[in-house]
């Protein structure tokens, strides 16, 4: 599937990297349609682990083409299917023919209030370089994503086999830090990598980069990974947001782990040392919003900690206050093209 190899020489953060390298996959969507060789939709409505409020579907209204650009949108599911669904149940294989997890739900809170997209690229890399220029939605409780997971679970499930997130956001214009009073929504960019034994044995390890003045919702930027064995960095336009050099003694070392090494058998830089592919999304609500930060001019409208249907039930029934920040084309994000290089 390579177009090619060729020297590139990347510039990011006053530091030349050069690579001789393929290009895997290469979408600028001027095919006008998302081409089904290149992307496949995932469906899903169980919350994704952390109690988010969108079930994930292939229909056009959330992911379609237009002018040169993907859109990922998020819209209310009573929009589609009816007041009285999210108040009954909901069968995905049913609607959509297949279903990856979560497939039915059944009762108020339990059936997702919202339905979004997801993109799973079908080419993968093993080190190399991504580059995705996207615009990011505006909107209280969207939570855009630009990520990697691994294309097999070679050392085991979540977070064993490990997670790269390049770009993770919340969209909302008027969101600080509880403490600071620093402004922490559509303005700022996150990357984090995850890695650890288990879900409760894990770590993480991440940074992030503020606009000053300025949405990342009002214009394309360029969010990027570099990854080799000796490192994973990744950031947006000419800025660095994480730069993970490899552990000298691994990543069990690194997280202070203990009992069985479920890495041993990888390289220095296990468990990121097998190939990996690329995920675009839009989720909404879920445990990236907490009330360690302050929202105006209305609260967090769910309570931490409760249980996700009692969750879901709050957001739905404050749905007064969030939908009219989301307004039509301004809360879908924007993907004007992606290209994956393999080293």
């Not at 990974?225 to 690194?254: C, K, R, V």
């Not at 007064?320 to 879908?332: M, S, V």
């Amino acid at each position: 599937m390579a177009f090619g190899g060729v020297i590139r020489v990347w510039v990011f953060a006053s530091v030349f990297v050069s690579c001789l390298c393929a290009t895997v996959l290469f979408d600028d969507f001027s095919s006008g349609h998302i081409d089904g060789s290149k992307w496949g939709h995932s469906i899903s409505g169980d919350g994704q682990g952390n109690n988010e409020f969108q079930m994930y579907t292939p229909l056009p209204e959330n992911s379609y083409v237009k002018n040169g650009n993907l859109y990922i949108c998020p819209t209310l599911t009573s929009n589609h299917y009816g007041d009285n669904t999210v108040h009954t149940s909901f069968d995905l294989n049913a609607q959509f023919g297949h279903c990856d997890a979560g497939c039915q739900q059944s009762g108020y809170g339990k059936v997702p209030v919202i339905m979004s997209g997801k993109l799973n690229s079908k080419a993968h890399i093993k080190y190399g370089r991504v580059e995705v220029v996207a615009q990011l939605p505006k909107g209280d409780w969207l939570w855009p994503a630009i990520w990697m997971l691994p294309s097999e679970w070679h050392y085991g499930g979540w977070p064993a086999s490990g997670e790269i997130d390049i770009m993770e956001a919340r969209c909302n214009t008027n969101y600080f830090t509880k403490n600071e009073g620093w402004l922490c929504g559509v303005n700022q960019d996150l990357s984090t990598v995850h890695f650890g034994p288990a879900w409760d044995h894990k770590t993480s390890r991440g940074g992030q980069y503020t606009m000053q003045g300025q949405s990342l919702g009002d214009g394309f930027h360029t969010y990027w990974m570099d990854w080799n064995a000796n490192h994973i960095t990744l950031g947006i336009d000419s800025h660095t947001t994480i730069q993970l050099n490899t552990p000298a003694n691994g990543y069990w070392a690194e997280g202070h782990f203990t009992g069985n090494n479920v890495w041993s058998s990888g390289g220095r830089d296990a468990p990121f040392d097998r190939p990996f592919y690329l995920i675009l999304n839009v989720a909404v609500g879920g445990a990236f919003f907490n009330h360690g930060m302050v929202n105006h001019p209305y609260e967090q409208p769910w309570h931490d900690g409760w249980a996700h249907d009692a969750q879901m039930r709050e957001f739905w029934e404050a749905r007064h206050l969030w939908q009219p920040t989301w307004h039509g084309e301004e809360a879908c994000m924007k993907v004007r093209s992606v290209k994956m290089d393999q080293a």
